[in-house]
């Protein structure tokens, strides 16, 4: 079995890493494209019935944002891998690793200053009930988080009272209760849901309200949630930030590998065959691909056109002599067996 050394040298392993990060890049753009789609369809649907002025409670904003990051960055990778672009591999290397790292220091921060982060959710929470019927998106996802894990409201219940129509002094059918989705109900097939079951829940204590609705707030329950769930608050943790550093691990093995190849001279670098003094138009690319970025052992260094192909020297051992590709031995100076005469031909002449 060869080692690592003997199979990082050939060319299975240059194809191995480069279209394994290739076809990384090209599913991560795919995935960012579509989130981006979704966002902007959700905001396009949010601004035809929108009166709330706030972006950070637009969760179709927030899906558009990360829409364009990771189809951006994709792009680079994919775009970088596929013509060994070492410039654009950096670019992604570097926004990859700035990701990670703010993800990873966010994490840390929250657990560090638990208090302050609750503290900035529940007023967060607040805002958005404040204008809980003016967004339909943040109206959607905080109903859906109340019935999934049984809680109202994001410290308690009685955080319902900033909202305009559920606040105790509002005349309506809603003043001074919270939405059914905070009501304690059986889960009956075909049962007619009674939005009224919250009915003037905000002036009672909450001992007199565990058969009514859930007291405890979200933000306590998601917390309660992630703890006797550890396996999959870590797993779900895992699943975010494994995909980046799988990105970061391949874009530097292919950077490595591409530094390497450009010592050796054995790839497509156009800029780098410029400055030693060669045009475009001089190289043979003849085993690049379609897409001119395959390499091929030798590099693309051109060959003399004025000379016969079988008087060409190897294109391995001339590659980094540039001097013997311009001035090149014709076949009767490199070779006088070739060239017809042999030493000493004169002289039996004279003799016969």
């Not at 079995?1 to 191995?16: D, G, H, I």
């Not at 693309?300 to 008087?311: H, N």
Request: aromatic letters at 10%.
């Amino acid at each position: 079995m060869p080692s690592y050394s003997e199979l990082r040298s050939t060319r299975y392993y240059y194809y191995c890493i480069k279209f394994t990060l290739n076809v990384y890049s090209m599913l991560f753009s795919f995935l960012g494209l579509c989130v981006l789609c979704v966002g902007v369809y959700a905001e396009v649907e949010r601004q035809k019935n929108r009166t709330l002025e706030e972006v950070f409670l637009a969760p179709a904003v927030v899906l558009i944002l990360l829409g364009l990051v990771m189809f951006t960055v994709s792009v680079l990778g994919m775009v970088g891998s596929l013509r060994d672009n070492k410039m654009l591999l950096h670019m992604f290397l570097c926004v990859l690793c700035v990701l990670l790292a703010l993800q990873a220091l966010a994490l840390i921060t929250a657990l560090i200053f638990q208090k302050k982060t609750m503290a900035l959710l529940q007023s967060t929470i607040q805002e958005g009930i404040k204008h809980y019927y003016d967004d339909l998106d943040f109206k959607n996802i905080l109903d859906y988080v109340q019935e999934k894990f049984s809680c109202c409201g994001g410290d308690e219940y009685k955080d319902w009272g900033v909202n305009q129509y559920h606040f105790c002094n509002s005349s309506g059918p809603l003043a001074c209760g919270v939405p059914y989705t905070c009501c304690v109900r059986q889960k009956v097939v075909g049962e007619v849901v009674n939005t009224l079951c919250g009915y003037k829940t905000l002036n009672q204590e909450r001992v007199d309200l565990d058969e009514v609705i859930h007291v405890r707030g979200c933000i306590h329950a998601i917390n309660l949630w992630m703890e006797d769930n550890l396996g999959a608050t870590v797993g779900l943790c895992v699943a975010v930030g494994l995909p980046q550093l799988l990105g970061i691990i391949l874009s530097c093995l292919f950077w490595n590998l591409l530094v390497e190849m450009s010592e050796s001279l054995d790839m497509v670098d156009f800029k780098m065959l410029k400055k030693a003094g060669f045009e475009y138009s001089e190289l043979d690319l003849s085993g690049a691909g379609c897409c001119l970025c395959l390499p091929r052992e030798g590099g693309y260094l051109p060959i003399p056109s004025s000379e016969p192909e079988p008087c060409a020297p190897d294109p391995i051992e001339a590659a980094p002599k540039r001097a013997e590709w311009q001035q090149p031995l014709s076949c009767f100076e490199s070779d006088p067996i070739k060239s017809g005469t042999q030493p000493g031909e004169d002289e039996l002449d004279n003799q016969i």
